[in-house]
């Protein structure tokens, strides 16, 4: 079911919110008109490049750049101690702050270039600023930096175990943090005396962004005002601001951090890396424009990562098929350093998730973070709920299978039931609304489960092993409300805000503090603010990105702009009408209690033929010859929303696969989503959003994972080595949707920049496991490559000495 | 990284591979890319000034043993050579130094680090000859770290890399063998000579450390 987009033009300015118009911004995006950071040229620019660890783990005795500084063109190379000079900007310790605490959390430092130490390979060390870009980075070549070689360490149970080389202070043991969240007794009751318990263990790889515009940024000072303008590749100029002020010790509102077109990001252009600011720091010192581009290797290496998880899960389960207890450890890898939003990811965003769309009585789950040599981790697409989903979809899978239920009848069994919204889960949160069987149903429809299994059978009989994967996923989106979010640790508020305003002739542009890259903002917060004006759509420009020109903002990400963003311009536009009602009412000589708005005009209730446009209400306002006592000039509004609770969007994805356990291949017969993000703006975005979501869930399912040698040096650190799914690995989907509004926002939508990757991985890794059950095969690893399905298939017929796979029922 | 294998040498005996393979001449000549190879002090080696002493020197190779012994690897002893790789897209050169641990016929091991811009790496080796129906094998063995731009590319690319500079270096010995007539069947009187030098290689081999 794929949805057709609409020209905007063929619909009315009354329909104009839930259409699926096509998307404004693609033409310029198509065409090459679009502006990137790299795209930005500033007369006398210089060029940076960074020196990297080529170690996972060193300490550097020494750094000479005095061959490099010497060639003709090289503006200046510098390191940690050119930061700490009396002639250079500001002051030690430039540090790469963590802005989410937890009360356990092990704050370690980490130096915008190394100091004395690298930690991961790819951690910078110095400089250089040349005339050209090409020659700063021939310039690295003539750095000659004496480095003592470390032991390193990669993954989180090796980081935590006793005899493990330790990142940063013998004492601490790598330990980033120990949290846990649920009721630990009860959940041990309900252990002690449950019929069956259900074990899973699995890891959740590490995962590379790869966005496909690299990180960049442009900086540009002018000594006589102070004024530092960073152009940058961010997801969130405005957190940007705030941080970058703080490490560089330039004054905020000096500070103007502007996004330009930015080329994708999934989470990793939130962060604040040590890069961006040493371009603004070297373009300060130097007093000339700046500019540094990352290589795609470099973004290999250095961005941060995500995912990361060893977890071990029991789910207690009576005989009758009910949950009566959840259990979970994991231990996540935080990589050399602790990133912007790192220490939320594995705990907040992750714990707050384990219930799913199930009623379970007793939760409990603990996470230690640990510190490896590996590039920081943090937010990646999905962020904590997809390892959630994964872990709570996967057991849910093993228990069915153990109980002898069938999959569907064991989770409908299990879900919230529909009269229980609010639903207070036991790890932390109230879910908003929810009809969890509807999708469900939708989803099965379209997959034909009812013939499944007797096709699945008569398949088996001719050796074609088909399989069928569910993930039931729940999602906690809208980041979120402020106080809850201060609570948890967040060192910032999550509102939102905007600024809607009219221009003279009627026209108006609404200001977001949300940043899209990529997501058809522009589209989207036109089309709500056009709804809420009742003025064509056309006539709304929406402008994000830029410190200077929008009152504030907090950013995108975690599926937040729509619900939050896009709740702030309602609430801007409601003041703008508010305020028009007033001028509307004095030009209609009316009270304004009599005047009612509607699709874009004013009138006196009874008496219709009284009426004005609110465009002429807009050109009364600036006019400002006759206004109402006391009210000023000009028509705008700013709002700053803020949510009153996360948003839960859920639904049910479906695999359907074919797998070949002579070669290990795997086959995509049908993927079926249905989702329920609430209401939505423009269908057409909602189903782009979930085909690239559920594209980056099957790349996780299949093909992708960062992997490290022993010594820490990352071999997947290419396009050629790091398998990003093409076209042609991307099974058709079949898209639907139910819609169950938040209560919680005027939009009534709940978020779907993330629900297709949340839910994709575990519906494969089902679908694989059940096409495997001929085999004994419970799971394969993730990346599920041929080999490892192939290997899984094998051991499984080795041990248990029926021979090899092929004779165990592979052929007939 | 773990790289082995076997090379067979035609028509020569094992004592005339030892006494080519104890030639940091000839071995400088037969390892592809390799500038110079030369006995340092320590390990702390000035590679700038190295590469200034050895920008034009010929290498003199000879049959003569008594040459050879002169010059020939010590057991314990450092040696500083430059060599220059292609790995995939890049062609690094590395700057290394390596230590002779053990060096006994027909057994020797060595071990040492090399390092270039953006890669570097730590190796031991190991090889034993022994003498086959119509020739020499030699079994060898390096057990690699490798780190940096190079280890990124990942033992898929470096693996082929690390066999053809062996199977070039073993080819090219084996044509030196045939070149300076080390091997092959000389006439008496020079073989004879030949081999009680080698024979004193050997001796000296054994008893001087």
């Not at chain 1, 230690?368 to 040599?373: D, I």
């Not at chain 2, 090379?7 to 005339?16: N, P, Q």
């Not at chain 2, 780190?147 to 073993?170: D, I, L, T």
């Amino acid at each position: 079911m794929s949805i057709d987009s609409i020209d905007p033009d063929d619909v009315d300015a009354a329909d104009i919110l839930g259409s699926a118009i096509e998307r404004r911004e693609d033409p310029a995006l198509i065409t090459g008109n679009a502006e990137y950071t790299d795209d930005i040229e500033l007369p006398n620019t210089a060029h940076a490049a960074i020196l990297r660890s080529q170690y996972a783990h060193a300490t550097i005795e020494d750094v000479d750049t005095s061959d490099a500084e010497t060639m003709d063109g090289v503006v200046g190379v510098y390191t940690h101690d050119d930061l700490a000079r009396d002639d250079t900007p500001g002051d030690l310790p430039f540090l790469i702050p963590v802005a989410w605490q937890l009360p356990s959390l092990n704050d370690v430092d980490h130096p915008m270039l190394a100091d004395g130490r690298v930690r991961y390979q790819g951690d910078a060390i110095a400089v250089v600023v040349a005339d050209e870009r090409y020659l700063a980075h021939d310039a690295l070549d003539n750095i000659d930096v004496d480095y003592e070689r470390r032991d390193a360490v990669t993954n989180p149970s090796d980081a935590l175990a006793g005899d493990a080389p330790q990142l940063h202070s013998e004492g601490d043991r790598n330990v980033a943090f120990d949290w846990e969240i649920g009721d630990e007794d009860k959940t041990d009751d309900a252990f002690a005396d449950a019929d069956n318990v259900v074990e899973f263990e699995a890891d959740n790889q590490l995962l590379i962004p790869n966005a496909m515009e690299p990180r960049a940024a442009v900086a540009d000072y002018n000594p006589g005002t102070d004024e530092l303008d960073v152009f940058m590749t961010t997801q969130n100029p405005h957190v940007h601001r705030l941080l970058m002020s703080g490490v560089l010790g330039h004054p905020e509102h000096k500070l103007r951090i502007k996004a330009p077109d930015v080329g994708g990001g999934f989470g990793s252009k939130i962060h604040h890396y040590a890069d961006e600011a040493l371009v603004a720091w070297a373009a300060k010192h130097l007093e000339r424009p700046v500019k540094w581009v990352a290589t795609r290797s470099e973004t290999y290496l250095t961005d941060a990562q995500g995912r990361g998880h060893e977890t071990t899960a029991e789910l207690a389960v009576s005989d009758d098929g009910d949950i009566e207890g959840f259990r979970v450890d994991t231990k996540a890898n935080m990589g050399a350093y602790l990133s912007t939003f790192a220490p939320a990811v594995p705990t907040w965003l992750y714990g707050t998730l384990l219930s799913g769309q199930y009623d379970i009585p007793a939760i409990h789950a603990s996470v230690k973070g640990a510190y490896t040599n590996v590039p920081p981790v943090d937010a990646y697409r999905g962020a904590g709920r997809p390892e959630a989903s994964f872990v709570v979809e996967r057991i849910m899978h093993l228990a069915a299978k153990q109980l002898d239920i069938d999959p569907v009848e064991f989770r409908k069994r299990n879900f919230v039931a529909d009269d229980d919204f609010p639903f207070e889960t036991e790890v932390a949160v109230v879910y908003d609304s929810g009809e969890y069987e509807k999708p469900m149903d939708e989803a099965l429809e379209m997959v034909g489960y009812e013939d499944f299994r007797e096709r699945q059978e008569q398949a088996r009989e001719e050796g074609r092993y088909l399989g069928v994967g569910f993930s039931c996923y729940i999602e906690a989106c809208g980041l979120a409300p402020s106080e809850l979010a201060g609570q948890l640790g967040a060192q910032a508020g999550l509102w939102e805000s905007s600024l809607v305003r009219f221009h003279p002739s009627g026209t108006v542009t609404a200001f977001c503090g949300t940043s899209g890259h990529g997501q058809g903002h522009g589209t989207t917060y036109a089309q709500i603010v056009a709804n809420e004006l009742g003025i064509p759509y056309d006539d709304v420009e929406v402008v994000e990105g830029d410190t200077d020109e929008i009152p504030h903002g907090m950013g995108t990400y975690g599926s937040r702009s729509a619900a939050v963003g896009g709740s702030s311009l309602v609430k801007s536009a409601e003041k703008v009408v508010e305020k028009g009602k007033q001028i509307a009412a004095h030009q209609l000589e009316a009270d304004p209690e009599d005047v009612e708005f509607d699709d874009g005009t004013y009138r006196v209730a009874g008496a219709p033929d009284r009426s004005i446009g609110i465009k002429d209400v807009a050109g009364q306002a600036y006019l400002a010859h006759d206004m109402p006592d006391g009210e000023e000039p000009g028509l705008e509004a700013t709002s700053f929303y803020d949510p009153d609770n996360f948003v839960f969007p859920f639904g049910t994805h479906v695999a359907v696969v074919e797998v070949d356990p002579e070669s290990g291949e795997i086959e995509f017969e049908t993927y079926v989503a249905v989702d329920d993000v609430g209401n939505q703006i423009n269908p057409k975005i909602v189903e782009g959003q979930i085909h690239g979501g559920v594209a980056q869930g099957v790349g996780q399912a299949l093909y992708e994972g960062a992997e490290y040698d022993d010594n820490g040096n990352l071999v997947t650190g290419s396009m050629q080595d790091y398998a990003v799914p093409k076209a042609e690995h991307i099974p058709e989907m079949e898209t639907g949707s139910t819609v169950t509004p938040s209560p919680h926002n005027p939009l009534g939508v709940k978020g779907v920049g993330e629900a297709g990757t949340i839910a994709a991985p575990q519906a494969i890794v089902n679908a694989v496991s059940d096409a495997l059950d001929p085999f004994g095969v419970d799971g394969v690893e993730m990346p599920m490559t041929a080999e490892r399905v192939w290997q899984a298939v094998n051991e499984q017929a080795s041990a248990d000495g029926s021979g090899d796979a092929a004779e165990n029922g592979g052929e007939e | 990284m773990e790289f082995n294998g076997t090379f067979e040498l035609e028509d020569t005996t094992a004592e005339e591979v030892w006494l080519a393979l104890s030639d940091p001449a000839l071995v400088a000549e037969a390892l592809p890319g390799c500038e110079f190879l030369v006995r340092v002090d320590d390990g702390d080696v000035d590679f700038d000034a190295l590469r200034e002493e050895y920008a034009d020197r010929e290498r003199e190779l000879t049959a003569d043993a008594d040459v050879i012994e002169e010059r020939a690897f010590e057991e314990g002893a450092t040696y500083a050579a430059l060599v220059q790789i292609s790995v995939g897209p890049v062609n690094p050169t590395f700057e290394t130094v390596v230590t002779i641990d053990e060096r006994e016929f027909p057994e020797m091991s060595a071990s040492g680090e090399g390092s270039s811009g953006d890669s570097s790496f730590e190796m031991s080796s190991s090889m034993a000859l022994s003498e086959t129906d119509d020739g020499v094998a030699v079994d060898w063995n390096t057990e690699a770290d490798v780190f940096g731009r190079v280890a990124q590319m990942g033992q898929r690319v470096v693996n082929p890399v690390a066999n053809r500079v062996v199977k070039r270096f073993f080819s090219s010995v084996q044509q030196q063998l045939r070149d300076l007539e080390m091997a092959g069947e000389g006439d008496g009187e020079e073989e004879s000579g030949k081999r009680s030098l080698t024979d004193r290689l050997l001796g000296r081999s054994k008893g001087d450390k």
